[in-house]
């Protein structure tokens, strides 16, 4: 075998490698394909119970549930549709009494963005809410 025919052999060997294994072979983990938003804040900052429920839309896709603490942090959050394509939704948050007596009502413009580089099917977008009642972006 001539020493051109060898190095050549060589060189497709290692391209071929470097192509198949270097890169990522999907474009996203499994567990980071759900576009999702949510918003969270420090559970005691806010005088908001387990008898609290809750409406967090973007756009107008919703879901409504029971606020949940976690330690000292409250947290609310809606998973996206798959066809879902705004950038820049306006997320509402609606807070409610047990008697379903709205209680709070913010909204804000939250931009989505990548949960990891290259991931377009995992945009996320998360909003923190103040002690005065109001939405910020975490960024």
């Not at 609606?94 to 995992?122: H, I, M, Y």
């Amino acid at each position: 075998m001539t020493r051109a025919l060898r190095c050549a052999g060589i060189t497709f060997a290692a391209l071929a490698t470097l192509t198949a294994c270097g890169g990522r072979p999907e474009p996203c983990p499994a567990l980071d394909l759900i576009p999702r938003v949510g918003v969270s804040w420090r559970a005691e900052s806010l005088p908001y119970d387990a008898a609290t429920t809750y409406r967090l839309c973007a756009a107008q896709v919703c879901t409504t549930g029971a606020l949940q603490a976690y330690g000292d942090q409250a947290h609310v959050s809606l998973d996206l549709p798959e066809s879902f394509d705004d950038r820049t939704p306006q997320l509402t948050l609606r807070l409610s009494d047990d008697s379903g007596t709205p209680v709070l009502n913010a909204a804000r413009t939250v931009t989505l963005q990548q949960a990891e580089d290259g991931c377009e099917q995992a945009l996320t977008g998360t909003l923190q809410l103040t002690a005065d009642g109001e939405l910020k972006d975490v960024r």
